[in-house]
């Protein structure tokens, strides 16, 4: 069973919370099922809005498309995997994220998930490719152990955001208290995504296994990452403990 805390927010870092905006789909202009680069980069220059632009670069997003007219593009394109490669290729934030969605993920191999997610700098790309792409590749596990010891704090928090994947839905094997163990040393003086997907973890472990529930949120209580992190009303709290109370009371009332 999967819980969403913190109100959907992503797990890396300064990414902002994600907002699954639907609305206004229905006035992205019509395009051809097989678009071409050109096609599809000229219809993106048009989706561009400053309101979209302005809420996205708060969160470290340079593009200024609505995500819901994106996934409409996306749904009428259709799977189109040499297209997302282009897409990618262009660097473009928007197109990286359209390239996403109309890819075939297990179609990448090993190295080239590595090099897009050290591309991927803007924090809704990092988001949507582990989340869309990497999650759903026979690769994931090896670039999960690889990216989790990386130098690199963005690469790194990719890979405990897969970690935090495999804590809810394949834990066997797991070393949860060792994961406990580095989130107790490092997370409080990480750089704020890889201290964000650290956080995750942690709230994950307290949340869907009760024997390290307790030191959780110990760990959670004594560092106090996040605890004065502003929650917009009708969302959990991101501190450990609060997130993990809450998720843990809605699993007990089901």
């Not at 009428?76 to 109309?102: F, M, N, P």
Request: aromatic share 6%; with cysteine.
């Amino acid at each position: 069973m999967v819980l969403q805390g913190a109100c959907g927010r992503t797990a890396v870092g300064v990414v902002g919370w994600i907002l699954y905006v639907t609305d206004g789909e229905a006035e992205v202009a019509q395009t051809t099922a097989a678009g071409t680069l050109g096609d599809v980069m000229a219809e993106l220059a048009g989706l561009e809005d400053s309101k979209a632009r302005e809420v996205n670069e708060r969160h470290g997003d340079d593009h200024g498309v609505n995500l819901g007219k994106l996934r409409a593009l996306a749904k009428r394109l259709k799977t189109q995997h040499e297209l997302a490669r282009e897409l990618w290729a262009s660097g473009d934030t928007a197109a990286r994220l359209l390239a996403i969605l109309v890819c075939r993920p297990k179609a990448f191999g090993d190295d080239e998930l590595d090099a897009m997610v050290r591309q991927a700098r803007a924090p809704k790309v990092q988001d949507w490719l582990v989340n869309y792409v990497v999650k759903k590749s026979p690769h994931a596990e090896d670039l999960r152990l690889a990216w989790s010891a990386d130098p690199d704090p963005v690469v790194a928090s990719a890979g405990w955001a897969l970690t935090s994947e495999r804590v809810v839905k394949k834990p066997e094997g797991l070393d949860l208290a060792g994961l406990l163990d580095v989130i107790e040393a490092e997370m409080k003086g990480a750089p704020d995504r890889l201290q964000w997907a650290m956080n995750t973890c942690l709230a994950q472990i307290g949340i869907e296994h009760p024997g390290y529930r307790v030191r959780a949120l110990d760990i959670g209580e004594r560092l106090q990452v996040l605890r004065d992190y502003p929650t917009p009303p009708g969302c959990t709290s991101p501190f450990a403990p609060i997130w993990i109370g809450e998720m843990v009371r809605r699993k007990d009332a089901m």
